[in-house]
């Protein structure tokens, strides 16, 4: 072979190599989410996906599947951790029974309020919540906002924890939120949030328990009409990636997953500020009874044996407990 043939044998190898090399790197990744068009985490997880091939180049794509359409959450959840999506927007309650760190923010009470939550997520404490995750296959790039979560029922108002007693409260499956109602006297009843209204109004539960666009996007207040505002539990959600397809990226492409992430969560915040104010207006218009909890301290008391049991089988977090409850 002459060294003319040589040389462009080796140029179209390099090509070849080089062509293969590109399509490798490139990858259009699947993302979950169980919000409908409109909302504002399909909105925001939209604009990731924008931001993602913006500032990698295209070399990263994302098509997001909103509605819930690729299965629930627990099941995206653990589809997300071997592989079967690259992205999901997960609230941290399910992610609790996988990754105890993220359990934390399941503690009645443990943030004060959004601000608070804020700084902590987006702090040493967010940070570390992350690592823990990441043991079981997933990082999370940014934290969402899902509001403060207050009871409503079908019943009467609720002022104090003995207001609770004997009511049958939905609650979603994590073990903190049925001892969270158990400790209120109240019958913790798990399930699928998509059963929630007609087991509301059939009576096989008395109340439930969420946000103001929940409450509202979902028609609970047409079959729950008491709105108590009790604020008991603040649960960030994440935008969440796979942990081998995140450790397999380049430092920039780290980079820019996180910045696009993080942009999307500022767009995400401001957006629910606005929808959880219009959710509101929307009920309170519609004759809902609203009541504020005056005295939070009482069920800020009840709440000490949940922290107590939670604290005894996981020693290992109350640093992690102490660090949220100590940012400033």
Same mark, same amino acid.
Request: glycine share 8%; proline share 5%; aromatic share 8%.
């Given at each position: 072979?002459?060294?003319?043939?040589?040389?462009?044998?080796?140029?179209?190898?390099?090509? %070849?190599?080089?062509?293969?090399?590109?399509?490798?790197?490139?990858?259009?990744?699947?993302?979950?989410?169980?919000?409908?068009?409109?909302?504002?985490?399909?909105?925001?997880?939209?604009?990731?996906?924008?931001?993602?091939?913006?500032?990698? @180049?295209?070399?990263?794509?994302?098509?997001?599947?909103?509605?819930?359409?690729?299965?629930?959450?627990? @099941?995206?959840?653990?589809?997300? &951790?071997?592989? !079967?999506?690259?992205?999901?927007?997960?609230?941290?309650?399910?992610?609790?029974?996988?990754?105890?760190?993220? =359990?934390?923010?399941?503690?009645?009470?443990?943030?004060? *309020? $959004?601000?608070? $939550?804020?700084?902590?997520? *987006?702090?040493?404490?967010?940070?570390?919540?992350?690592?823990?995750?990441? +043991?079981?296959? $997933?990082?999370?790039?940014?934290?969402? *906002?899902?509001?403060?979560?207050?009871?409503?029922?079908?019943?009467?108002?609720?002022?104090?924890? /003995?207001?609770?007693?004997? #009511?049958?409260?939905?609650?979603?499956?994590?073990?903190?939120?049925?001892?969270?109602?158990?400790? %209120? !006297?109240?019958?913790?009843?798990? #399930?699928?949030?998509?059963?929630?209204?007609?087991?509301?109004?059939? !009576?096989?539960?008395? !109340?439930?328990? =969420?946000?103001?666009?929940?409450?509202?996007?979902?028609?609970?207040?047409?079959?729950?009409?008491?709105?108590?505002?009790?604020?008991?539990?603040?649960?960030?959600?994440?935008?969440?990636? =796979?942990?081998?397809?995140? =450790?397999?990226?380049? /430092?920039? /492409? +780290?980079?820019?997953?996180?910045?696009?992430? &993080?942009?999307?969560?500022? %767009?995400?915040?401001?957006?629910?500020?606005?929808?959880?104010?219009?959710?509101?207006?929307?009920?309170?218009?519609?004759?809902?009874?609203?009541? /504020?909890?005056?005295?939070?301290?009482?069920?800020?008391?009840?709440? +000490?044996?949940?922290?107590?049991?939670?604290?005894?089988?996981?020693?290992?977090?109350?640093?992690?407990?102490?660090?949220?409850?100590?940012?400033?």
């Amino acid at each position: 072979m002459s060294i003319i043939h040589k040389i462009g044998s080796t140029a179209l190898a390099v090509a %070849l190599l080089a062509g293969v090399s590109g399509s490798v790197e490139a990858a259009e990744w699947k993302g979950w989410n169980i919000h409908k068009p409109g909302y504002p985490n399909t909105v925001a997880m939209d604009k990731f996906a924008e931001l993602l091939a913006q500032k990698t @180049d295209g070399r990263h794509t994302l098509k997001m599947f909103h509605s819930g359409v690729l299965g629930n959450q627990p @099941d995206a959840i653990e589809q997300l &951790r071997i592989g !079967g999506v690259e992205i999901g927007n997960f609230n941290l309650g399910p992610i609790g029974p996988v990754a105890p760190e993220a =359990n934390v923010v399941s503690l009645p009470f443990i943030f004060k *309020d $959004m601000d608070h $939550m804020h700084r902590a997520m *987006d702090g040493a404490p967010g940070d570390q919540i992350s690592a823990g995750m990441a +043991k079981k296959g $997933m990082i999370a790039l940014a934290w969402y *906002d899902s509001g403060a979560r207050s009871f409503y029922n079908s019943k009467h108002p609720i002022n104090k924890p /003995d207001d609770v007693k004997g #009511m049958k409260v939905r609650v979603m499956n994590n073990d903190l939120y049925s001892g969270m109602i158990a400790a %209120l !006297g109240g019958n913790p009843s798990p #399930m699928a949030f998509s059963e929630v209204y007609q087991s509301l109004k059939t !009576g096989v539960v008395d !109340g439930a328990e =969420n946000n103001w666009p929940s409450y509202e996007s979902t028609g609970h207040f047409e079959v729950a009409g008491y709105y108590s505002l009790s604020q008991h539990l603040i649960i960030p959600e994440c935008v969440c990636i =796979n942990a081998d397809v995140y =450790n397999g990226l380049s /430092d920039a /492409d +780290k980079t820019a997953v996180k910045a696009a992430a &993080r942009e999307s969560a500022d %767009l995400q915040r401001k957006l629910w500020a606005e929808r959880a104010e219009a959710s509101r207006q929307m009920v309170m218009k519609s004759g809902v009874k609203f009541n /504020d909890v005056a005295d939070k301290a009482a069920f800020q008391d009840a709440m +000490k044996p949940v922290f107590e049991k939670f604290l005894e089988t996981n020693q290992e977090l109350k640093p992690l407990v102490a660090a949220i409850q100590a940012t400033q």
